[in-house]
């Protein structure tokens, strides 16, 4: 009873404390020390970015409505800053952790994020957004349970469990970055990991996980890589789909899933073999060179390694967009409130707006840069929102420098480095098609919000394309993927006010350009619809001595 009361009191008077929430909703306290230290994850000692001594970092833990509060301590060299991908951020992009938000918390400084995972659930990751940090660590799983109240479409599982894949780089982050700036795209990864380690096969290796015979577990299995999409399988276990970027999904059964970067899905996985040793196998796909990561998983009375015979991955992309197709919502399911999924009928919204993205690449100049519509976004010293709220965005960035629909020969038109910020209108319901007429593979998330991914096809995108749009049950999620020389097509309403990223998870593409903003204005100016400035956050650029604004009221202006 103490330990209920003391809880209870600790909600209330940290709510009263950092007053954005209803007292409630319980808290969850991290303090977090970024260092660099070493590490061998393929064998080799190299620099890694630790948190709390761990690579990959630690795992948040949290429930449906929970709010997170994160002090992060830089004992870095650099400027540095988290951003949860996938969280939705309601009302708070001033937590979001990019540059065009947030300014980066200087070496030898703290900074304290608070958040709350509202109306959420499901598997996510974090990771460093500055410069080429995430080539080098600080990345970890971030999961949101169900409340007690609300249905699982499934049965508790045994065990609850987080596996990080990535492909992964022997070179410093500081030398990859070295590269990029000089002109150089990356090289091929040096080799896969899982959770931060790869399996030698010597008959030493430590289990990743254990497993006891006959029960079921939950696999939360994230790419948080830099470029490469990863297949993963276990020997001998096919995997049951649950859950993916935030939604319950029809339970179709898989041998083996293309993870692709920024994505998670959440598996359940029943230890159904003889007992002994099995390998959990990533490996790189759409390469003629392929990587292959591995780790064991140890039934509890097992007795034998695992055979070293790996389960094959499907060649091939055609694979990898039936994939795709695969997935459909569960219309039944309850996700983080009781209704049913499938209660929000969006194929029956009208669209507002709609604008297509088409990628492309320069060496102009010997200067390599990616853009989206020929504009290469550049982040300005002061951060996008912060020149808006503040009033001075007309000095620091122009809105809709971008067309929505570009002109025929965008893709090769002459890259412009410069902001890139849209301007969208608060509460409409938009489309945006994303091109690819790039050989390569992409992968775009998008802040702030989830979205439903209503085709992913080859060729160039049309109005008379819509036809073959799933009206009904489209995964509700935070990524999508563009396959070469195709496009995908998302649908969603811009209802959540602030300032968001909209960028590709291939990180050398990301950090040379491959990325824009969507300012979310709402014009009544009030609490309802966005939070003001935090007390706590850090001011950099033009602002940095400029009183601050008149703040948000519950009324509105």
């Not at 099995?278 to 990587?291: E, H």
């Not at 811009?494 to 998870?505: L, V, Y």
Request: charged content about 15%; glycine content about 8%.
């Amino acid at each position: 009873m103490a330990g209920v009361m003391f809880t209870v009191l600790l909600c209330l008077s940290a709510g009263a404390m950092l007053g954005t929430v209803q007292g409630e909703d319980p808290y969850l306290f991290f303090t977090w020390n970024v260092t660099y230290g070493t590490r061998s994850p393929l064998g080799v000692p190299q620099k890694v970015i630790l948190i709390n001594d761990q690579f990959p970092g630690p795992n948040i833990n949290s429930t449906s409505n929970n709010n997170i509060v994160v002090n992060v301590f830089n004992n870095l060299d650099e400027p540095f800053l988290l951003t949860w991908s996938g969280i939705q951020q309601r009302k708070n992009s001033w937590q979001d952790g990019v540059l065009g938000t947030n300014c980066p918390i200087p070496p030898g400084t703290n900074y304290t994020y608070h958040f709350q995972v509202k109306d959420q659930i499901g598997s996510y990751i974090y990771y460093p957004s500055t410069g080429m940090h995430r080539a080098s660590g600080g990345f970890g799983g971030l999961r949101v349970n169900s409340r007690l109240l609300i249905p699982v479409p499934y049965a508790d599982p045994e065990d609850d469990y987080t596996v990080i894949l990535n492909d992964w780089h022997t070179k410093s982050h500081k030398t990859l970055q070295s590269f990029l700036d000089s002109g150089r795209s990356l090289a091929r990864p040096a080799g896969v990991l899982i959770n931060g380690k790869n399996a030698k096969g010597d008959g030493k290796d430590e289990p990743l996980f254990t497993m006891k015979p006959g029960k079921t577990y939950k696999y939360r299995i994230c790419n948080a890589g830099l470029k490469n999409t990863l297949n993963f399988r276990i020997q001998g276990h096919p995997l049951k789909l649950v859950e993916m970027e935030g939604s319950h999904v029809v339970q179709n059964v898989y041998e083996s899933l293309d993870v692709h970067v920024g994505q998670c899905f959440t598996v359940l996985v029943t230890a159904n073999q003889a007992p002994k040793d099995y390998y959990m196998v990533a490996s790189t796909r759409f390469n003629k060179q392929v990587l292959t990561g591995k780790g064991i998983i140890r039934y509890t009375n097992g007795k034998g390694p695992a055979s070293p015979e790996l389960p094959e991955a499907p060649v091939g992309w055609a694979w990898s967009l039936n994939q795709f197709r695969s997935f459909r919502w569960n219309l039944t399911a309850s996700a983080a409130r009781p209704n049913p999924q499938g209660s929000y009928h969006y194929g029956s919204i009208n669209i507002t707006r709609t604008i297509k993205l088409v990628s492309s690449t320069s060496r102009e100049g010997g200067k390599l840069r990616y853009a989206l519509n020929g504009v290469s976004h550049v982040n300005p010293e002061t951060p996008l929102k912060l020149a808006e709220y503040y009033g001075i965005a007309d000095k620091v960035f122009k809105y809709d420098t971008i067309q929505d629909s570009p002109q025929a020969d965008i893709a090769h038109a002459k890259i412009v480095s410069q902001p890139n910020v849209l301007n969208l209108t608060f509460r409409n319901f938009v489309e945006i098609i994303f091109e690819n007429p790039e050989k390569s593979m992409q992968s775009y998330h998008l802040d702030g919000y989830s979205f439903f991914a209503v085709a992913v096809e080859p060729g160039t995108w049309t109005p008379e394309k819509r036809k073959s749009y799933n009206l009904l049950d489209a995964v509700s999620r935070t990524t999508v993927q563009v396959f070469p020389k195709s496009w995908a097509a998302i649908l969603l309403t811009f209802d959540n006010a602030g300032m968001w990223n909209i960028r590709s998870e291939m990180w050398e593409r990301t950090y040379l350009g491959q990325q824009l903003y969507a300012s979310v204005l709402s014009p009544a100016r009030s609490l309802r619809d966005e939070y003001n400035l935090p007390d706590n956050s850090l001011l950099c650029g033009l602002v940095k001595d400029m009183p601050t604004p008149q703040p948000y009221s519950i009324y509105g202006a």
